[in-house]
């Protein structure tokens, strides 16, 4: 089996930082793509960045140049730094990570943006 763990959640001020990071572990091959989605209660769970390679990333609009996504091959873990960080960016953050024909999912790390 493939288990995803997030963490750096948490609390921060409007206009903060903070830096999710999630690593894959167990039963891993090669992984084609990572991404970050975040979800509010009552809405429909929304992707925020995806990325393939540094040079094949993708991004809501929503987030374009404040979110930067980055994997490390080598330790299994995808990265979302998040800056300008606005009340509206408060949900639960989940990556994903697809290999062999299958996706996988984290279990979320809240993000409260609120002063």
């Known amino acids: 089996q493939v288990q995803l763990v997030e963490s750096g959640g948490g609390l921060v001020q409007p206009g903060g930082s903070l830096r999710l990071s999630c690593t894959a572990s167990g039963r891993i091959s090669r992984i084609a793509a990572m991404g970050w989605y975040r979800q509010v209660p009552g809405k429909e769970r929304d992707m925020v960045a995806t990325i393939v390679s540094t040079s094949n990333t993708n991004y809501a609009d929503s987030v374009k140049g404040r979110f930067t996504i980055s994997r490390d091959n080598a330790k299994n873990t995808v990265y979302l730094q998040m800056n300008s960080l606005k009340p509206e960016d408060t949900a639960v953050y989940y990556c994903?990570?697809?290999?062999?024909?299958?996706?996988?999912w984290g279990k979320g790390t809240l993000v409260t943006v609120s002063s």
């Open positions: 994903n990570a697809f290999m062999q024909n299958t996706l996988y």
